[in-house]
């Protein structure tokens, strides 16, 4: 296996030690396992295998083992590890032990998806735009909800205190063949927001995957707690994840002449048309709903060219950087479930012909009379997902129950809680 002879030479240059084989739950949480470098010719071959039972949403003990096998093309080192006997890290694929795939795996469902839209002449090009929070640590490094810099949209040094940490952590995604575009403050006491260059979506989605480690990992080497939680702060600005969407028709962007072409626009009303039944995979949380109808975070079904404070916009680009611009979603979100959902959305409108409604150029804050809103709590979303055809017709039987059946119940539990935003700092604040 060529790939794997370079790979292992590369290692050996490099004097890697260790490697973490990286994969995500249903609910988009990184998992890892580390092997010694020795030992990958065997994960190449046979798998590594892990307790799927104690991974939530993937399965019971009585069918428990699922394996492990790395995607050798996602090799990049942890530059914030130590530099002699480092640690490499590699995506994985999920499957049985008969090896067949396993249905919970969403880089599989994903590149399905992307395959699918290949056989019909199309591509995509996807490019996240990730809020994050930075925020102060105790003296024992515990995290607290005290955020780093009091600083706002666009500010800068020293009002923006966030600038160094977010340089080390561009130069470090740079290192690891992540191509971050633009960085800068976002509108709350300590957000940031950094922007991913487009790329096909299964490279888009690993690398939104590798910036949530750095920023992370970063965040910690400068004392400071990172959150990608969706509304982390109750009276301030919440966190979304912007998903930039170019289709490509035989490699013509076909956003470039949205006005022209009719693909483009039934793409974009696919979106639209399907948006509800996706919001519980787009906002998966119940602080999610927080953000929507403020801060720019949208809280109605409708598009625009330039308004922010729609669902969709079609931003002033042109050439190879004309896109669509979904506004809902947030980084608590798998992004492998969600972008596989929309690529069908999409292409189901391209399919069925979907003409989109009038571009809505009103600001939706203040008059979104005649819209359909998305849903407005996490309660609402599962039961749009519940009567789902499309959802039904596109993932997998038991990932869907398994999915829903854990957000219905995590719904249920914060409606019973009396403090709701103490019980999900307790229960979200560290791990998302």
Not at 214 to 242: D, E, R, T
Not at 352 to 379: C, H, I, M, R
Request: net charge negative.
């Amino acid at each position: 296996m060529p790939q794997l002879t370079k790979l292992l030479e590369t290692i050996e240059d490099y004097d890697v030690k260790f490697i973490r084989l990286v994969f995500c739950d249903i609910f988009g949480v990184q998992k890892n396992i580390a092997i010694l470098a020795s030992r990958l010719p065997h994960a190449v071959e046979k798998g590594i295998s892990f307790d799927a039972s104690a991974i939530a949403g993937f399965s019971n003990v009585e069918e428990s083992d699922l394996l492990l096998f790395p995607d050798l093309s996602t090799f990049a080192l942890l530059p914030w590890r130590p530099s002699e006997g480092c640690v490499g890290r590699l995506f994985c694929n999920i499957r049985y032990p008969d090896g067949r795939p396993f249905e919970g795996d969403g880089r599989y469902l994903l590149k399905q998806a992307q395959q699918k839209a290949t056989d019909q002449g199309y591509s995509f090009l996807l490019g996240p735009e990730c809020e994050f929070y930075l925020f102060e640590t105790d003296e024992k490094g515990n995290p607290t909800t005290t955020p780093f810099d009091k600083a706002g949209y666009f500010d800068v040094s020293p009002l923006d205190r966030g600038e160094n940490v977010r340089r080390d952590i561009c130069l470090t995604l740079e290192e690891m063949g992540v191509k971050p575009e633009r960085s800068h403050h976002e509108h709350g006491p300590g957000q940031n927001e950094i922007d991913i260059q487009c790329c096909s979506p299964l490279l888009a989605v690993d690398n939104f995957y590798t910036l949530h480690a750095a920023v992370k990992a970063i965040s910690a080497q400068n004392g400071l707690f990172a959150s990608f939680l969706p509304k982390p702060l109750p009276h301030a600005a919440g966190s979304g994840l912007h998903i930039n969407l170019s289709v490509l028709k035989n490699g013509e962007n076909l956003f470039a002449h949205f006005e022209d072409n009719p693909k483009a626009a039934s793409f974009l009303g696919g979106i639209l048309q399907r948006i509800g039944e996706i919001t519980v995979f787009a906002n998966p949380l119940p602080c999610s709903y927080l953000r929507f109808g403020k801060c720019e975070a949208p809280a109605v079904i409708n598009w625009s060219k330039q308004n922010r404070s729609s669902l969709i916009r079609v931003p002033a680009a042109t050439g190879s950087e004309a896109r669509m611009e979904l506004r809902s979603p947030d980084p608590a979100c798998n992004l492998y479930l969600l972008t596989t959902l929309l690529l069908y959305a999409g292409m189901e409108g391209i399919a069925q012909g979907v003409k989109p409604p009038q571009a809505f150029q009103e600001n939706s804050y203040t008059n979104a009379s005649g819209l359909d809103s998305l849903p407005t709590d996490l309660a609402k979303a599962v039961v749009v997902a519940k009567d789902s055809e499309f959802l039904q017709r596109v993932l997998p039987p038991k990932l869907l129950h398994n999915y829903l059946t854990y957000k219905e119940q995590e719904a249920a539990t914060e409606e019973a809680i009396a403090d709701p935003y103490q019980y999900e700092m307790a229960q979200y604040f560290e791990r998302i």
